[in-house]
């Protein structure tokens, strides 16, 4: 089991696709199972429900995907480090890689997406990914085996080194 850990636009969905595709095995994105359970959108879920409650459905998908006893590899939200559980259960459960960005590549990356609720209504997309990451970056390290810096590569670079990670470990 592989995990991708990483803040949003680090590329975890794109390079977790690609990851899967070559290995063979299906890929899964943690946001996308917490709105396919609960029909509700990322940021419906936080502004109705909350963020408290957006993380303990995460935690759950999160325990379900390491349950899983085919290979897979797992794209998560960027703040599922937040939980230590989450942490142990991916680090027990499997190879966990974050995929690192400088905030400038993030902010590039996204853009103004209205989908990612940290950012719907920051003035300084720059500033505010900066913030979070300082906030989230010793949670990155700690969870991760291994680390891939995603900075200025193609797709395809990040994904050979991905793959050498999770076929070394």
Do not use: C
Not at 2 to 28: C, H, N, P, Q, Y
Not at 97 to 124: K, Q, V
Not at 140 to 156: F, Q
Request: aromatic share 4%.
């Amino acid at each position: 089991m592989l995990w991708l850990i990483g803040m949003m636009g680090s590329g975890k969905t794109s390079v977790g696709v690609e990851v899967a595709a070559r290995r063979g095995v299906d890929f899964v994105d943690t946001d996308e199972l917490v709105t396919a359970v609960t029909d509700l959108s990322i940021p419906e879920i936080w502004r109705h429900q909350g963020e408290e409650e957006f993380r303990r459905l995460e935690r759950q998908m999160i325990a379900s995907a390491a349950a899983e006893d085919e290979p897979v590899v797992i794209g998560t939200g960027g703040g599922a480090v937040l939980d230590d559980d989450n942490i142990e259960v991916m680090r027990r459960s499997g190879t966990v890689i974050w995929l690192a960005a400088s905030p400038e590549t993030l902010a590039r990356r996204i853009g103004r997406d209205s989908n990612r609720p940290l950012l719907a209504a920051a003035d300084a997309p720059v500033e505010v990914l900066r913030t979070v990451l300082a906030e989230r970056e010793e949670k990155y390290r700690r969870a991760a085996h291994a680390v891939v810096t995603t900075d200025h590569k193609r797709i395809e670079e990040v994904v050979e080194e991905v793959l050498a990670l999770w076929n070394g470990s």
